[in-house]
């Protein structure tokens, strides 16, 4: 099992967000890093944003923020080459990471994105939560697996969206959340499945609450790591 990301003697504490609530309205685009190193210092909360390049995750951005543009939907998947970052308050960040698992593009930028999302996993502390979408009619894929006993391994909350729910029937709909609810129970993790589209809006009100309980928690001011850390980053570069 890896070690957890987080214990006694690397952090200490900073002082509560002075803002009772978030809004997730109020996210703006600050910036767009090809690596970790070009991200804002390592300290507040962030929340990440992950999935296969085909799962609507720019999309669902756009609806949770009610912002029509602020993440920019691609006609060709696999199109997010860098980890953009959105300011929603003062030290508490949205970061929409480089997809996975997309096909059509040179081996070598490949292997780049995924370098650059194995880095900010593997050693971004101010992460607080993973938000993983998935397209709820193909959902579960080795590498949304991966991701996933990433996370329970390291004792980071996750909220799986099933986007595209409005493609499928009601009925269709909750036998696919139960059988994921299924599967993902035996990671015995804190994991919470929501089907999501943000066509219809399916699911935006539970899973803007999950956020945002994320972000507002009390900070903690991480030590930074070593140049010369030599964690192991490759798990998401295959």
């Not at 703006?28 to 999935?51: H, K, M, N, Q, Y």
Request: glycine residues 6%; charged residues 30%; proline residues 4%.
């Amino acid at each position: 099992m890896k070690e957890k990301r987080y214990n006694s003697e690397n952090f200490k504490r900073e002082k509560p967000l002075s803002s009772s609530k978030i809004h997730l309205s109020k996210a703006a685009f600050t910036l767009s890093a090809p690596d970790i190193r070009r991200l804002p210092a390592d300290a507040g909360i962030e929340v990440a944003f992950a999935g296969r390049s085909n799962a609507g995750k720019s999309s669902a951005l756009n609806t949770l923020t009610n912002q029509r543009g602020l993440a920019r939907i691609s006609k060709t998947p696999g199109r997010t080459q860098l980890i953009n970052v959105f300011e929603v308050a003062e030290n508490r960040r949205l970061i929409d990471l480089p997809g996975y698992g997309f096909a059509q593009v040179p081996l070598a930028m490949k292997k780049k994105w995924q370098k650059a999302l194995g880095e900010y996993l593997e050693k971004r502390q101010c992460l607080k939560g993973l938000v993983i979408l998935m397209d709820i009619r193909h959902p579960l894929k080795d590498l949304d697996m991966d991701l996933i006993q990433w996370a329970a391994d390291s004792d980071l909350p996750v909220l799986a969206l099933l986007t595209k729910c409005d493609k499928l029937s009601q009925g269709k709909r909750s036998s696919e959340v139960l059988a994921v609810k299924k599967v993902l129970e035996s990671l015995n993790a804190d994991i919470k499945v929501q089907a999501f589209s943000s066509l219809k809006y399916t699911g935006k009100e539970q899973a803007d609450g999950v956020i945002c309980e994320w972000l507002e928690q009390e900070a903690e001011e991480y030590l930074l790591p070593d140049e010369n850390d030599s964690d192991d980053v490759d798990e998401f570069t295959k």
